[in-house]
């Protein structure tokens, strides 16, 4: 098993970090992160507002879903207008 941890920069006080032609974001709506994660879980969840996620602390069964799923959440929440970045990596 791996655990990480991806945190979502919230844009709309500084939209430069946006990407061209998207709204910029508090963080990354939860029903995007539901549909993304596969095979892996959710362990810990923490919101910056109502549906919106600024962390997410996720568990996945090999590295290849943990790769396949932090590709994906990458480029997603580009388009959603946040940003993401995954920190840590335990295996056990």
């Not at 095979?39 to 602390?57: C, F, H, M, N």
């Not at 799923?69 to 946040?82: D, E, I, W």
């Amino acid at each position: 098993m791996t655990i990480i941890l991806v945190e979502f920069f919230d844009h709309t006080l500084d939209p430069r970090g946006t990407r061209a032609g998207a709204k910029p974001a508090m963080g990354m709506p939860d029903s995007w992160l539901d549909a993304l994660i596969g095979d892996g879980q959710i362990e810990r969840r923490d919101y910056v507002a109502p549906g919106v996620l600024k962390s997410v602390t996720a568990r996945f069964p090999t590295r290849e879903h943990r790769d396949q799923f932090t590709s994906a959440v990458r480029q997603v929440s580009k388009l959603m207008g946040t940003h993401a970045v995954v920190h840590g990596d335990q295996v056990w």
